[in-house]
């Protein structure tokens, strides 16, 4: 026993020098709390007796440059102040055990921890940089620059919403928010990082963020306009910040009690129930040069295209050009280029102010998708069908004043042929709205054929002016990210034809589903959801005899619509609608965008028929299309794009076909 107790000194002793050594090199964190005590620097290494023998030649030599290049000091980091504060705010010092209540100007040391209840903090650091801490926020400061603002400075944020606005340093170090599931990093920049037990988020508003995963080491940059969270970032995806979404990031972040923010510069349209889920629409991702060659299929002839596009956004403003030149054997296709109106037409895309779902949105050009309250009539309308070539001044018009509204649509203010509209109020605001809805079509039959070779003319009945009216009443019950229920009812009427309602509706969000059911109750020759993505393409309108449904008797049935969103990488659309005694119509989609397959990063197809008896390709009531986009390299794609329709006079399918290799500048 004391031979051990002897060599156990010994031990003890030799370590003596590297024990004092390690703690003069050593970092505090919020990992290591009982450390802090040690203010104190630790003595020399030199000071430090031992036991080794005399110096012998070979030690010396070794020893000797140590002692002639004594270490470089570590410099103390810098602190943090509390420069605005509202409700319950705690710190926990670094080395304590007790939250405390903080106080205004309080000084913040490297290792504290900071948490907030009913209320909010903001922490401003000696380089200016800047964190907000939203209520219901837990974050510890890890790492902070040392006293010449130089070096990385780490913040763990456990819990809540956290934004940053972070200040570049001359020795360009970085700033890094940590979750319990990604690390992003910046180099100056404004963004959102949200954390909770399952997920986290970040939302950019100016530079580029690196978004990491430390278990898998895969990397996202996040751009401003984008957000992220952990899965999309594994799946090496970022979406665009939605209108909705920027109306709630850019609340309750300035230096007011709560209850007395300034009002957020973006409000939610309509403040009343949400009208349906595929009215939520994305703020377009715009920006940027690019250039295109392939080939075009248009008016039954191939064309070799060339185009050169640019996507501008300033601000509201955005504006969308695309000249394209198409050849073939004939020549230049002339009649692109033949008037100054032809020409405006053939370059420009859109010219937009807003975007949907703002107070004041406006658009010129190329509408797609656009839809009106429920969607009972005008439901995913664009008024260039399937033609990707097609060029149109089309407009959406919205405007949006807290009580009431409006939302218009119209196919081309050139062609003046077809209108849409819809006003609403907002009775009890965030809960209870109604609206009208009003659809004008001044020739329905403009431009088609009766049969090959002859036009339609004012007096064929299909080619009466259409004119439709509703009305429709929605109540939100619910209405959170995770889960939303909207219940409403919509009734209209065709002019010199049927009427019909859905009563009742139920459509909003479920986690990753978003849904819809409606049942409904409808006259024979009265046709829903007619103005749609296909509705330029199958006019005029042919409505049912009554002596073909059950001699005028009414038709009753269901509707129902789900789509799953795995991430922003995939998504499942599904549609059917089957009434008593009458075919279904069925719609199907799935779009994929991601990194998982090889060099693919976009793939869609879809398909849609009303009359599906037997679902078929070779229907006038049917269309498929489909899009894939293929990586050659670092900001080259090639794309092909394929529509097709069913012309049972003809006995022929329209089909409108693209393949082009699409560079980004």
């Known amino acids: 026993m004391k031979k051990f107790l002897f060599l156990l000194a010994v031990f003890a002793a030799l370590s003596l020098p590297v024990v004092a050594a390690d703690e003069k090199a050593q970092v505090p964190s919020a990992a290591t709390p009982a450390n802090k005590s040690a203010d104190k620097p630790a003595e020399p290494a030199a000071n430090v007796t031992s036991d080794k023998p005399a110096d012998t030649s070979a030690e010396k030599a070794t020893e000797n440059p140590a002692e002639k290049l004594p270490a470089k000091p570590v410099l103390p980091p810098s602190t943090g102040q509390i420069t605005f504060m509202t409700g319950e705010v705690e710190v926990l010092a670094f080395g304590k055990q007790k939250w405390e209540a903080s106080v205004m100007s309080q000084k913040l040391s490297q290792g504290d921890s900071i948490r907030t209840k009913k209320g909010k903090a903001e922490i401003t650091f000696e380089d200016k940089s800047r964190i907000t801490l939203k209520e219901n926020t837990s974050i510890d400061l890890t790492k902070l620059k040392d006293t010449e603002l130089k070096g990385d400075t780490i913040i763990k944020l456990w819990l809540g919403k956290l934004r940053t606005k972070f200040t570049v340093s001359k020795d360009l170090s970085t700033l890094q928010i940590q979750t319990k599931h990604v690390v992003a990093a910046v180099k100056g920049t404004d963004f959102i990082t949200e954390a909770n037990e399952i997920d986290s988020k970040v939302t950019v508003f100016e530079g580029i963020v690196s978004m990491a995963d430390p ?22 995806q970022s979406s665009p910040i939605t209108s909705d979404q920027r ?21 939610k349209a309509p403040e009343a129930p949400a009208t349906s889920p595929e009215q939520k629409t994305q703020a377009p991702s715009e920006g940027g040069l690019d250039a295109t060659f392939g080939a075009v299929s248009v008016d039954g002839k191939t064309y070799y295209m060339m185009s050169f596009g640019y996507d501008l956004a300033l601000g509201k403003f955005g ?17 692109d280029w033949n008037n100054l109106s032809k020409s405006l037409e053939n370059m420009f895309k859109y010219v937009r102010y807003g975007h949907k779902g703002e107070d004041i949105y406006m658009k010129v050009g190329i509408i797609n998708e656009a839809s009106l309250g429920h969607g009972f009539l005008v439901r995913r309308y664009s008024n260039v069908g399937i033609d990707v070539y097609t060029r149109r001044f089309g407009t959406e018009f919205d405007l949006n004043f807290g ?88 009734w209209a009427k065709y002019k010199d034809h049927g009427e019909g309602m859905a009563l009742p509706g139920v459509a909003g969000k479920l986690a990753v589903f978003d849904y819809r059911a409606e049942y409904r109750i409808m006259d024979a020759d009265f046709l829903p959801n007619l103005f749609d993505q296909l509705y330029e393409d199958t006019r005029p309108a042919i409505f049912t005899n009554f002596s073909t449904y059950g001699n005028g008797q009414k038709k009753k049935g269901a509707y129902g619509e789900l789509t799953c969103h795995f991430g922003t990488m995939l998504s499942l659309t599904g549609a059917y609608e089957k009434f008593d005694g009458l075919n279904p119509y069925v719609r199907a989609e799935v779009v994929y965008k991601g990194n998982l397959i090889p060099k693919v990063s976009l793939a869609a197809i879809g398909f849609e028929q009303s009359n599906a008896g037997i679902v078929t390709l070779k229907d006038p009531s049917a269309v498929a299309y489909a899009k894939v986009g293929v990586d050659f390299a670092p900001g080259v794609v090639m794309v092909f794009i394929v529509k097709q329709t069913y012309d049972p006079m003809l006995d022929a399918y329209n089909r409108s076909t693209m393949m082009a290799m699409q560079l980004k500048l």
Not at 222 to 231: E, N, S
Not at 319 to 335: A, C, F, S, T
Not at 406 to 423: C, K, S
Not at 455 to 475: F, K, M, R
């Open 215 to 236: 278990l898998s080491g895969k990397e996202l940059f996040i751009r401003a306009g984008d957000y992220a969270t952990y899965m999309s970032s594994i799946m090496g």
């Open 247 to 267: 109306t709630k990031d850019s609340e309750g972040w300035d230096n007011k009690p709560y209850g007395e923010e300034a009002p957020a510069p973006q409000q």
């Open 319 to 335: 504006l969308g050009v695309d000249v394209r030149l198409l050849w073939n054997d004939d020549g230049i296709k002339q009649d």
């Open 403 to 490: 009580s009431f509204g409006l939302e218009t649509i119209t196919n081309d203010v050139a062609w003046e042929r077809f209108g849409a509209g819809r006003v609403y109020m907002n009775l009890v605001p965030k809960f209870l709205q109604v609206g009208v809805t009003g659809v004008y079509d001044a020739n329905p039959a403009k431009d088609k054929l009766k049969s090959p070779g002859i036009p339609y003319n004012s007096t064929d009945p299909q080619a009466a002016p259409l004119t439709v009216y509703g009305a429709d009443a929605g109540i939100s019950l619910i209405n959170t990210d995770f889960f939303s229920v909207l219940v409403y009812g919509d």
